[in-house]
């Protein structure tokens, strides 16, 4: 098949509140784009934003997906596109939610028929066991975290095993209350899928499998063994050959791109789809942010949203129960590291009101405090959560701190510091320092510092670390996205802390799950057809319109020294704080 610039391939992304699906060309340019917003445009589920809110339980219909992905495609014929000539497709969905089909539904997937009505029609209600998927904003399933945890020896260990502690959203947590509650449609369900894979499955009109990536999701998947976890299986479900055929397992291994096969007939005879083009496994839209930009090993993205969320590629499988590992989608051999902060931008703005005296929305006070080179912080740390917060696991506090900069250890901790400007300075540095030391275990380890007089071990969570390695790891590069990205002085401090070496680069990310989906699709389709042979990193970072992204200025080796001082006072401070 001859690959011309009128070649598309789509990218996906079905996310909470909308299914949103771009179209590149070989350049890898954005040629079209479509969206069906749920509320909007299929009011008649009566969501609230894309979910059923019934007290902790937060769920989605199944069958409004189903309805959007035909009003998608529609909506690209009606406006002119040729989908005729789009090569592969792969995609970005919400991580964790489950999906339930009865044992009807593969026989239903592989009978859809364009003349025999819509998707939906043709699907559901049989297809499926339960209505409703579970959503990642549900925490009804507190009970069943407790016995993950316990089945296998606690938060960390559960950590070690799947890459992360037990979470409400997870989808193991989330089928056991189903198993628990709802045995009759549990019985009647022969095949669980995730949102990434139930839509692969629609797609191709054959039930799939979960990919491996979107499998670390779920509090199930062994990553170091690389296979589900039988214990953890045994807990959802004794039938041990029961639950694995529910899951189809094993899954699909990211260490090579797996074509899933061809979209099915319905949409080729419906929509205009050559029959030849390509589906590659759907993933989970964090996974699909990393492969938005050519991320190498040691590379950072840190969203400065109202939280805070770094997302990172890693070769070190170094697991904690405070944040998550998932494997690589598309990078064999390494993982994405996502540790996630509750106190981002809100904690920022608390300190921004007070120092302006009134809730104005005016940064320059604050940012002129952080800039100020004469306002002297050097012997404060102070950490600020008006939220519970993740890293560290504590509850909403403020503590303050005057620390010895010759030893590290806290000397007295204080109810204020000399003026409310020092809180702004020290807010972003505590901010920016906790992701230093949170993802330092996770890099390469870097030059050895030697001759240090004292080397004690620090503890951040559960690791006892020497201080001398938080001295030796920086990232190699770091993107910054969200809104405050957009704020010079905070993110000029995040560039003095985290320290990337070979330097730091500022974006947009609207499209960013989708345009993942895109480049999945892409590279995966050109290694399978054996058109190329580069690595997903290498392939985008050749290609990459890089004129999009704002190369900001480098990090400055001595500013990164500055802040080993406050490592020790940090811990120190951390391990000072209530627990939950
Ligand atoms: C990640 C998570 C959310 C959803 C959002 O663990 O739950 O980021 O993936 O769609």
Redesign the pocket.
Known sequence: MTETNDSFYLGFDL??QQLKCLAINESLRIVHTETVAFGDELPQYETSKGVYVKGDSIQSPVSMWLEALDLLFSKFTQHGFDLSKVRAVSGSC???GSVYWTQKADELLRGLKSTKGSLAEQLSPEAFSRPTAPN?QDHSTGKQCHEFEDAVGGPQELARITGSRA?F?FTGTQILKIAEEEPEAYANTATVSLVSSFLASVLTGQLTSIEEAEAC?MNLYDIPKREYHPKLLDLVDKDRKSIESKLKSPPIHCDKPVCLGSICSYFVDKYGFNKDCSVYPFT???LATICSLPLEKNDVLVSLGTSTTILLVTDQYHPSADY?LFIHPTLPNHYMG?I?YCNGALARERVRDYINGSPTSDWTPFNDALNDTNLNNDDEIGVYFPLGEIVPSVPSVYKRAKFDPSTGHIKEFVDNFADDRHDAKNIVESQALSCRVRISPLLTSGVPVEGLAKDPNVRFDYDDIPLSQYYGRRPRRAFFVGGASKNDAIVNKFIQVLGATEGNYRLETPNSCALGGCYKAIWSHKIHEKQITATFDHFLGEKFPWGEVEHIRDSDDASWHHYNKKILPLSELEASLPKH
């Open positions: 996310s909470t919400q991580q964790h990642w979470h959203r999701g989970g839209d964090n998550h996502m996630c």
